[in-house]
């Protein structure tokens, strides 16, 4: 049997195993309790506007305050990791490390409850305030290290020729390295953005109040006092209007560079 015939075989059979879980699971479910249970019109009616006005408000606000405040903080511990200065890049690489390492939900526990017992701090902002805090540590760590790649990716002789203008270093990084650095990481960072607003789910451990709930919580909620799981479903259509226009972004800037290369 010839290679490509043997090709095409096995992808048929591949696709008539795949057709037949489908028919299986077509035939096997209940569709009038997944229709009464999941996708309940009036149970959905009833969860607007409250879910756009303050829930989807809120975790896109959420998310922006992450976003930036992890920008800024992830750009100073990415300079301080290429630092000359030992204690700097030892510094930095601490902070990295430990709050790559560490789940985002455990994070956003301790400075909700543990910080306050331990410290007697509560974070601005109320619990919303102390999960926000945590997810721009979070982030941080992350963003830190996709600026330091970016940074990295410059070519050496673009320092070399901005140095022998006369330029100081910190000019030099300012004016010539990290607007490249930026160029190339764009993509990256609107992957982050993505992310982070998924991420922003995680704010219910922190117990939050009727007006800071996001899109979790708000469904959460919902579901438990209609004992139903459709606000479950429009939440999640919700973080789809949300994110697929950022991931088509990210799509679109990862062709744009690979044109540009």
């Keep these: 049997m010839k290679r490509s015939t043997r090709r095409r075989l096995t992808q048929g059979v591949l696709y008539a195993a795949f057709a037949a879980v489908v028919l299986f699971v077509i035939l096997a479910a209940d569709w009038g309790k997944i229709q009464s249970n999941f996708f309940d ?4 009616v009833a969860t607007f506007p409250e879910i756009v006005s303050i829930a989807a408000k809120n975790t896109v606000v959420y998310t922006a305050i992450a976003f930036v405040g992890g920008l800024l903080i992830g750009l100073l511990m990415a300079l301080m990791k290429l630092s000359p200065v030992l204690p700097y890049r030892w510094l930095a690489t601490a902070y990295i490390e430990l709050f790559r390492g560490l789940p985002a939900l455990l994070v956003i526990f301790g400075f909700a409850y543990a910080v306050p017992i331990a410290f007697q701090w509560r974070p601005p902002g109320g619990n919303a305030g102390a999960g926000l805090i945590a997810l721009i ?13 970016g940074i990295e990716a410059v070519p050496k002789g673009q320092v070399e020729a901005a140095r022998s203008l006369g330029m100081n270093p910190a000019w030099t990084m300012i004016t010539v390295v990290l607007p490249q650095a930026f160029r190339i990481i764009t993509p990256p960072l609107t992957n982050e953005l993505v992310i982070l607003i998924k991420d922003t789910s995680l704010l219910f451990i922190a117990g939050m109040a009727i007006g ?8 959460r909620d919902a579901l438990t006092s209609q004992a139903n799981a459709t606000p479950l479903v429009v939440a999640a259509l919700l ?23």
């Design 41 to 44: 019109l009036d149970v959905a």
């Design 137 to 149: 540590i979070v982030s941080s760590a992350y963003i830190a290290e996709t600026i330091r790649a």
């Design 212 to 219: 800071d709930r996001e899109l979790t919580t708000f469904a």
């Design 239 to 261: 973080y789809l209007v949300i994110t697929l226009p950022l991931t088509q972004l990210v799509a679109k800037l990862e062709r744009h560079n690979k044109r540009g290369r």
